[in-house]
């Protein structure tokens, strides 16, 4: 089982189902018209077809190894560093707040490519952004530590 298309097919397979079985919990058709159920039933539904469909063109006309797709050197070497910054964002954030943690997880992936300097200045400057955005123009509650930031 060393076909990437196969895997790949599958866990879109069962995560069709999942958002299939959540859909037919709801209303299909109301008083008014279409119920909550309509457009995720529908689009679930099509989804395990496609899905089905990708997993036998996988299986007899194009495998894809996993070696082929799977990044090498420095893109592997990206890859696995912004995965481990953020898994520390998600560890720090709530004791941290947003703004602390974002600025760190942005230095950590910005540093292989530039300086110090530019990366801290660039992940301020993207964080802070995003915290005003998001927490004082659109009112969406984020994670803040003691000093409100």
């Not at 709530?94 to 990366?119: H, N, Q, R």
């Not at 952004?129 to 984020?142: E, Q, R």
Request: charged fraction near 5%; charge should be positive.
């Amino acid at each position: 089982m060393k076909n990437a298309g196969v895997w790949v097919g599958c866990f879109i397979f069962v995560f069709a189902l999942i958002i299939f079985s959540t859909a037919l919990t709801y209303e299909y058709y109301g008083s008014i018209g279409p119920g909550p159920g309509l457009f995720p039933l529908w689009l679930s539904g099509a989804l395990i077809v496609l899905s089905l469909l990708y997993i036998a063109e996988s299986m007899f006309k194009h495998k894809i190894s996993f070696s082929d797709i799977l990044p090498r050197g420095k893109g592997l070497r990206n890859t696995i560093l912004f995965i481990l910054s953020f898994i520390l964002f998600m560890i720090i954030v709530p004791a941290t707040g947003f703004c602390i943690a974002g600025i760190i997880m942005l230095f950590i992936v910005l540093l292989p490519s530039y300086k110090w300097y530019l990366c801290l200045s660039i992940s301020t400057t993207v964080t802070l952004f995003f915290f005003f955005v998001f927490y004082n123009l659109l009112k969406i509650p984020l994670p803040v530590n003691s000093l409100g930031w």
